[in-house]
């Protein structure tokens, strides 16, 4: 409702009742500007779009969104191609930025799923072949590790604890198996775990490995209790992973080569991550420094993942 330029009142609703009773009192607003930026077309022909139903809210991190399901009627005889379009939330108009709309399709006999973004904004159904559809999300992938802070700030955390290549191998393999699992599993709609849980947990798995660094050698801080306890907070991220895909819809299957290609996409930039950072951990090691250096990091991770944690707990209103 922010992004149809409604009154304040309209979109600082907290208490979901006022959200829906907004969204009520603004619908043809709040339709008006996705019919505008969603569009469906048959041979070129543009489809006329109805509601579906009710709109609904849905709150995402922080920010409450208004859902709604659309009917297009095309006009047409058989044999012809859908295109589908999206300029939804745009960098223009402030709010958001950088926006990237999945979607899901069955149509004309093909099925399949795309990324939408601005500079490839329509796809026009059988041209796109299953290598770009495992492109499209590999970069995805790719693209949520390296913005996604907190999971940075965690692989971090891991590798100013390891002393040795050995370490890191062991590590962030149970790490990543961890992650991959339950990304799969909640990606699929087989597991729900509400993000009011997750997040605040994720924050807290990047402070208890932070603060193992500042009290002393990891290996020594979480003994035998280290795989597990990683493999745990892993279980945790993977919950993250698949929360920024936003599927909400259980057995998607036919998702399945798209969310192998999101996961690909999260190891291949992990691994070019430790790639990069490891080489210079251990040069960083054999200096003078090491012992200041390490604490020097692990710091700041502490204070912004502790930050995060109490800004991620839902309070009452």
């Given at each position: 409702m ?7 009142e ?9 959200q829906l ?5 603004n ?7 996705v019919t505008g930026r969603?569009?469906v077309?048959y041979d070129?022909k543009?489809c006329?779009p109805?509601?579906?139903g009710?709109a609904?809210?849905r709150?995402r991190?922080?920010?409450?969104f208004?859902v ?5 009627t095309?006009e047409?005889g058989?044999g012809?191609?859908h ?5 939804l ?6 709010f ?8 899901r399709y069955d ?5 399949g799923s ?8 329509t ?5 796109r ?14 693209e949520h590790l390296?913005f996604?802070?907190d999971?940075?700030?965690f692989?971090?955390?891991l590798?100013i604890?390891a002393?040795?290549?050995?370490d ?7 790490f990543t ?5 339950t990304f ?6 087989v597991v ?10 994720i924050?807290?798995s990047?402070?208890v490995v932070?603060l ?5 050698r ?8 280290r795989l597990?306890v990683v ?6 991220h993977?919950?993250?992973?698949a929360?920024a ?12 080569l798209?969310?192998l290609?999101?996961?690909?996409g999260i190891e291949v ?8 950072l490891f ?12 012992r200041?250096?390490v ?8 204070a ?9 707990i839902?309070?009452p209103?």
């Amino acid at each position: 409702m922010k992004s149809a330029w409604l009154y304040a009142e309209a979109y600082a609703a907290k208490e979901r009742t006022e959200q829906l009773r907004q969204l009520k009192i603004n619908r043809a607003a709040v339709i008006e500007y996705v019919t505008g930026r969603f569009a469906v077309a048959y041979d070129d022909k543009p489809c006329a779009p109805t509601t579906v139903g009710d709109a609904d809210v849905r709150v995402r991190g922080k920010a409450a969104f208004a859902v709604l399901t659309l009917a297009f009627t095309c006009e047409g005889g058989g044999g012809g191609a859908h295109a589908i379009s999206s300029a939804l939330f745009p960098d223009a108009e402030s709010f958001v930025h950088s926006t990237e709309t999945i979607v899901r399709y069955d149509l004309d006999g093909k099925k399949g799923s795309a990324v939408l973004a601005a500079k490839n904004p329509t796809l026009r159904i059988g041209e796109r072949q299953a290598s770009n559809q495992v492109w499209d999300f590999l970069l995805l992938g790719a693209e949520h590790l390296v913005f996604g802070l907190d999971h940075i700030l965690f692989l971090l955390a891991l590798l100013i604890g390891a002393r040795r290549f050995r370490d890191v191998v062991i590590t962030v393999s149970a790490f990543t198996a961890a992650h991959s699992i339950t990304f799969l599993l909640a990606a699929m709609g087989v597991v729900d775990v509400p993000g009011e849980i997750v997040e605040p947990v994720i924050a807290v798995s990047i402070t208890v490995v932070a603060l193992a660094n500042l009290w002393g050698r990891q290996e020594d801080r979480l003994g035998k209790w280290r795989l597990p306890v990683v493999f745990a907070f892993g279980l945790v991220h993977g919950l993250g992973f698949a929360g920024a895909l936003d599927i909400d819809e259980s057995g998607s299957w036919d998702l399945l080569l798209s969310l192998l290609s999101f996961n690909l996409g999260i190891e291949v930039t992990q691994l070019v991550i430790i790639a990069v950072l490891f080489p210079l951990l251990l040069l960083l090691r054999r200096t003078p420094a090491a012992r200041w250096a390490v604490a020097a990091m692990s710091a700041p991770i502490v204070a912004v993942s502790l930050y995060w944690f109490f800004d991620r707990i839902p309070l009452p209103l």
